[in-house]
């Protein structure tokens, strides 16, 4: 028994100082970001990384998303609910909850594992002490375009998931559906609130700012060798999307029922 | 019964002034890695201009200290000045003032692999002077050619052979002209040949550069060819220093048994 309190209050007290060097990490980040401009060619590369690397799975994924949802809206409705609400369901569903929280668990977890394998290889041969020994900071240098590539790119995939997949919906409900074109647009325009796609946009943009803050700060706390490497990447991605759901959590209720709902 | 030896004191153990001394001074430095305790109050004077060779086991801390030097790790317990300054407290950017005066060949080179060789070379000088490209480009052909490595330029690091990567990580060492030179293990798991070839151009660089040179090796044939000085660290502490003919003809039985490669004597085998 004692064994097990003293390592759950191991890990408690891992968990709270891990958070805390995290934090300290993100401080030094923001601090840097006045050689953003400077950092510009590193920072669009990374944004390249992420819009392009990620196209094919990000259409593969909204075209379904969007597809399955129709689908389950369908089945629910059927017998209660007028078909004019289709397109109603799926923009909301797609524009408050799937769009930002699928991109950043299906988009995140890659970029993620990417930025902790990347830095992480770089730590365990010695490239990280090579920059430091060169007079250049690696959190300059490595960590403040890998973030705010993230922070600004995740919301565009985003926006971009959220039109592919409403596309899909819409093909989903028209060809197999039996739902007629007129009224899936019709039950998009109604109900339409600036705020859900809004909301949408905030979320991912914090959703940006973790995945990348957890795929870097693993990879530059990365100990040991290639197992290191494999261990970091793996915690970085189920830290990643442990925090994107308990933040959309939070964030529903700050955005939703605080915000939005007082505007 | 295993014998064990009264660690004399290293002849350079009356350090001058430290903050006026024109050199390193590495005074008292302990660390520790969990239990294991790798240095145990390490003395140690660099002379500006020589080479030293810091000899002895794997194991015992020669790349820790090295790392110590340019504050890449934080000692327990010392303290380390270069040039007068206290490297182990000194601030961000004075510290990295006083790297931008370090080359530090790496082990495995630490070539940075999505970069191109000249990337390599020029990142330095690109971060820290404002040179043009063609000129960073013309200054980073410049060394790899004192490397040997001319044409080597637009490769990535995994295009080039061990012995390459040493060199071109030498390459990017001297680009910004650094007044001391760092080398961990140069010549570490090369065929005698491209060996020979570094320690040529560790010697022909401080002849040229007049740069200070820390080697940490246990390649005794390099480390008899490039020293001007040597210091033995065992156990955590410098246990000898002195010229390579001292080395040579020390009675000293550590040095002895290193230098003669034995397995039994006060070193132990494992």
């Known amino acids: ?263 | 019964m295993q014998q064990t030896w009264d660690i004399p004191p290293p002849p350079d153990q009356r350090a001058p002034d430290p903050a006026t001394f024109n050199g390193i001074v590495v005074e008292g430095v302990s660390k520790s890695f969990g239990p294991k305790k790798v240095l145990d109050g390490t003395d140690l004077l660099i002379h500006k201009g020589e080479t030293l060779v810091i000899i002895g086991r794997s194991g015992e801390g020669k790349s820790v200290l090295l790392k110590h030097i340019v504050r890449l790790l934080e000692p327990d317990a010392g303290r380390i000045w270069a040039e007068g300054h206290e490297v182990s407290a000194l601030e961000h950017g004075p510290l990295m003032d006083l790297r931008k005066r370090f080359g530090f060949l790496f082990q495995g080179a630490a070539l940075f692999d999505s970069m191109s060789i000249c990337k390599n070379i020029g990142l330095m000088l690109e971060e820290h002077t404002d040179w043009p490209r063609r000129r960073i480009r013309e200054r980073a052909c410049e060394c790899l050619r004192q490397v040997g490595l001319e044409g080597a330029e637009d490769k990535l690091p995994s295009e080039l052979s061990g012995g390459m990567k040493k060199r071109a990580g030498l390459a990017r060492a001297i680009v910004m002209e650094p007044q001391y030179i760092l080398y961990d293990e140069p010549t570490t798991g090369l065929d005698p040949i491209t060996s020979d070839a570094i320690n040529d151009l560790i010697i022909q660089l401080q002849k040229e550069l007049g740069v200070t040179s820390i080697v940490v090796t246990h390649d005794m044939p390099s480390a008899f060819k490039i020293a001007d000085r040597m210091a033995m660290l065992s156990r955590g502490r410098i246990v000898f220093t002195g010229t390579v003919d001292e080395v040579r003809t020390t009675t000293h039985p550590m040095v002895r048994q290193f230098i003669e490669g034995r397995s039994h004597g006060p070193l132990g085998a494992f």
């Open chain 1, 1 to 263: 028994m004692k064994t097990i309190l003293a390592a759950i209050g191991r890990a408690v007290i891992e968990g709270l100082s891990g958070a805390g060097r995290g934090l300290l990490l993100l401080r030094a980040i923001v601090l840097q970001t006045h050689h953003a401009w400077r950092m510009r060619r590193e920072i669009a590369e990374q944004m390249q990384v992420i819009a392009i690397g990620s196209l094919p799975l990000v259409i593969v994924t909204s075209i379904f998303v969007g597809a399955v949802t129709a689908v389950q809206a369908v089945y629910q409705m059927q017998a209660y609910v007028p078909m004019k609400f289709l397109g109603t369901v799926i923009s909301k569903s797609v524009f408050i909850e799937l769009g930002p929280v699928l991109m950043a668990l299906v988009v995140g977890s890659r970029l993620c594992a990417n930025y902790a394998a990347e830095l992480g290889t770089m730590k365990v041969t010695e490239q990280l002490d090579a920059m430091n020994i060169m007079a250049i900071d690696p959190v300059r240098y490595l960590a403040m375009p890998r973030f705010w590539a993230a922070v600004l790119m995740i919301p565009v995939v985003t926006v971009f998931c959220d039109a592919i997949a409403i596309l899909g919906g819409y093909v989903a409900s028209v060809m197999t559906l039996d739902v007629s074109s007129g009224v899936f647009i019709e039950g998009l325009q109604m109900f339409y609130k600036h705020s859900d796609l809004l909301g949408g946009l905030i979320k991912s943009f914090v959703f940006g700012g973790i995945i990348a803050m957890s795929g870097i700060y693993f990879g530059m706390n990365t100990k040991g060798g290639a197992e290191g490497v494999g261990r970091s990447t793996m915690t970085a991605v189920v830290g990643s999307c442990l925090s994107v759901l308990v933040g959309d959590y939070l964030l529903a209720i700050v955005l939703f029922q605080i915000v939005f709902e007082k505007t």
